[in-house]
């Protein structure tokens, strides 16, 4: 027997955990974004109306990132294993 890791899900269920990950990522890159346009750009016309919907943006994007980015680590779970090459037996590490 050999020591392995196999993925708990088949491979269309990891498919759609690896396409979650776009959203994720892209979240992160817009809340980076805006966060680089407020601290270079500082534009004291703006009312606080106007920090508070970026706030509420910034914070929209942190949520989505952080729940796309669980669901997509769910999904693409790998699991440890003994294989057994001869029959194909597996017996969980834990």
Do not use: K, Q
């Not at 396409?19 to 966060?35: D, E, K, N, Q, R």
């Amino acid at each position: 027997m050999i020591a392995t890791d196999i993925p708990v899900f088949n491979s269309v269920i990891r498919t759609i955990g690896a396409i979650l990950l776009i959203p994720s990522a892209l979240a992160v890159i817009g809340a980076v974004l805006t966060v680089a346009v407020l601290i270079l750009d500082p534009r004291p016309e703006f009312g606080i109306g106007h920090w508070l919907s970026v706030a509420a943006g910034f914070v929209g994007a942190v949520i989505v990132a952080l729940v796309a980015s669980l669901i997509s680590w769910l999904l693409l779970m790998r699991r440890d294993v003994y294989w057994c090459r001869r029959c194909g037996f597996l017996l969980s590490r834990a």
